[in-house]
């Protein structure tokens, strides 16, 4: 029972904290390692002991498995060359840096013990990493960096734990250790993707298919454990492939469920998590007074390392960009400049893995309880320090939050190529069509592309995509009510009323997110990268001057309204974008053969070829 409650009491605090957090908007990490601190010395709060086995086993497979499904396996695969130079290379350089302070300041500890703590301090939080870097909004590439550094550098550290606590740092045999650690890892995990892959062929109820995802990171953990492999790896790469191949193997139906299910497995655990450093805060500091070091020093070498950790990353990230890596232009052409090095480097927060496996060292380890309050000042110092100046320094060193306007129009233009790969399948099937259904597909094809084509021009007139959407959701609540009166009469089966009001929760949920996007995008206007292999874009002018500025001639010599204003950069037509009635730009096109079209809304320099429907 007493264990029950305190779950609940984690739960409760958790979903507490979050709301008002978002409310004040604050960061729910850091507010919870604090609520965590002050309830480590409330007296009506018991003693929490963080174990290893809850941590390594309970808490890091499952949310490394929902990091891992969401990872873009392309990304990590473009990236992999940094990614591995921080998940192996920055945790053996912090691992010896470390243990040569430590070894320095602590009288009386061995090379085993300070090569421990340092494989302990060593790797960066997935769950913090991602928490803090997508709320505050990185570059993607950022991200994609951390994210996939935190998913693969446990691994080295447990490696590197597992090793210096064997009473050898021979580097011949931590090469083996990990070799054979990974390299398990990584079959493993290709066991378990090729494993329930094929059973996922064969599994179309979502329910199973749930409970088949929710035990494949722990069986893949403790798999590859009980080879003496590495379960995080093996988590990873499982995760990683299943994500991938979802749209493949699982039916529409099982990805929402999967999804939405390990969204709020995340959500607690991660919350949880960080709630958990924070009650580790009195008992640590506690054992750690204890130690005949003193207290004045035992802050200092807490403090020196801390600050080791933290420059030893930023040594690193530059070392491997200028020396190693050297990286050459993304997506949009362009280099990554210093900046985003700085930031990776300055992204390195701590968390609970480093924690847990502090407590793996040994009870008879010389000044243990010094060690253990090390990796607590590493975590939440990291996190209080880092994640808390990690907004303004991105600001300070101008690094671009991903723009909603660029997603809005590769969005659109990713629809576009969707939707011609459609109708073209549609046009092959010869069937009769006595009730016109191709039409009716057609139409509302093109109006699915017209309402994300709206998204990309955000003016301060309603779009006809968020007129339909508000009055539809005034629909939805009329007969959602209709619906809810015939169920109190009990004349309609509860199966029946449910079916329906769940196509309604349907229908409101994706209007619901077609809302949240076009305000997303209306904070922003966005440029797009630029379109290889169209002749006609990269030959079409810039310096062409409107015929009628912020008119359309057609629209007003018809009496007839525009949505959206294009130009076209031959001739300086300006005619109607396609969400609009008539539709005179693409007919100007059809009239006079010219390719290139260019957004004439205000601050936006898109433009859209007509004979290969690419956007630049």
């Known amino acids: 029972m007493d264990l029950v409650t305190t779950l609940v009491a984690i739960v409760a605090t958790v979903l507490a904290t979050t709301a008002v957090c978002g409310r004040l908007d604050m960061s729910p990490p850091l507010v919870l390692i604090v609520v965590g601190i002050v309830g480590s010395y ?3 709060v018991p003693d929490v002991q963080l174990h290893p086995e809850v941590v390594l086993l309970g808490l890091l497979p499952p949310l490394l498995y929902a990091a891992a499904l969401q990872t873009s396996l392309v990304e990590f695969n473009v990236n992999r060359r940094p990614i591995l130079l921080l998940s192996v290379g920055l945790v053996a350089f912090t691992t010896a840096g470390v243990a040569v302070l430590v070894h320095a300041l602590v009288d009386g500890l061995g090379w085993d013990g300070a090569f421990a703590i340092g494989a302990v301090v060593a790797p960066p939080d997935a769950i913090a990493a991602s928490a803090i870097a997508r709320r505050i909004g990185l ?5 994609t960096i951390l994210e996939g550094e935190s998913l693969l550098n446990d691994a080295t550290a447990l490696v590197a734990l597992r090793t210096a606590l064997a009473a050898t740092v021979a580097w011949q045999v931590v090469v083996r250790d990990f070799a054979v650690a990974a390299g398990g890892g990584v079959l493993v995990g ?8 094929l059973v996922r062929k064969h599994v179309t109820d979502p329910v199973l298919d749930s409970g088949l995802s929710f035990v494949t990171p722990f069986a ?47 959500f607690l655990l991660e919350g949880g998590v960080f709630l958990l450093i924070g009650l580790q805060a009195r008992s640590i500091i506690r054992d750690a007074g204890r130690d005949d070091l003193g207290g004045w020093r035992i802050a200092l070498i807490c403090a020196l390392t801390l600050v080791a950790v933290i420059v030893l990353r930023l040594i690193w990230v530059f070392f491997a960009r200028y020396a190693l890596v050297r990286p050459g232009p993304d997506d949009t052409g362009h280099t990554p400049p210093w900046t985003f090095t700085f930031v990776l480097g300055w992204a390195g927060m701590r968390g609970v893995v480093t924690l847990a496996a502090a407590f793996v060292i040994p009870t008879d380890m010389p000044h243990r309880e010094v060690l253990l309050l090390i990796a607590f000042t590493v975590t939440a110092g990291t996190l209080f320090v880092q994640g808390l100046s990690l907004p303004w320094v991105a600001r300070r060193l101008r690094v671009p939050s991903p723009d909603p306007g660029a997603d809005a129009l590769a969005r659109a233009n990713l629809l576009h190529q969707a939707s011609q790969a459609g109708l073209a399948k549609l046009d092959e099937l010869e069937e ?12 509302r094809v093109r109006r699915r592309d017209y309402a994300a084509w709206e998204q990309v021009n955000m003016t301060s007139a309603e779009t006809p995509s968020e007129i339909y959407a ?58 797009v990268s630029r379109a290889d292999g169209c002749v006609d874009l990269e030959h079409s002018r810039s310096d062409v001057e409107p015929n009628t500025p912020g008119v359309c001639e ?4 018809e009496g007839n309204q525009w949505v959206h204003l294009r130009l076209c950069l031959a001739c300086g037509h300006v005619g109607c974008c396609d969400s609009s009635p008539r539709r005179h730009a693409t007919a100007h096109f059809h009239d006079s053969a010219h390719p290139v079209v260019r957004s004439a809304e205000p601050g936006e320099s898109w433009r859209w070829c007509y004979v290969h429907e690419l956007t630049g």
């Open 190 to 197: 290709l066991a378990f993707f090729v494993g329930i892959g």
């Open 470 to 527: 508000r009055r539809r959701r005034l629909m939805i609540d009329a007969e959602r009510r209709r619906v809810l009166e015939i169920r109190s009469t009990g004349t309609v089966p509860h199966a029946v009323v449910a079916e329906v009001l769940a196509m309604l929760d349907v229908e409101e949920s994706m209007l619901e997110y077609s809302e949240g996007e076009r305000a997303r995008v209306r904070a922003s206007v966005g440029s």
């Open 220 to 266: 893949a953990y403790i798999a590859a454990e009980e080879i003496h492999a590495s379960g995080v790896i093996s988590v990873v790469v499982a995760g990683l492939l299943l994500g991938h191949k979802a749209p493949i193997l699982q039916v529409a139906q099982s990805r929402i469920a999967e999804r939405m299910n390990w969204r709020s497995i995340a």
């Open 42 to 44: 409330l007296p009506f």
């Open 432 to 443: 009769e069509d006595p009730h016109e259904v191709s039409a009716t597909i057609r139409d």
């Open 139 to 143: 570059p993607r590439r950022v991200v």
């Open 554 to 557: 057609d629209c007003v010599r």
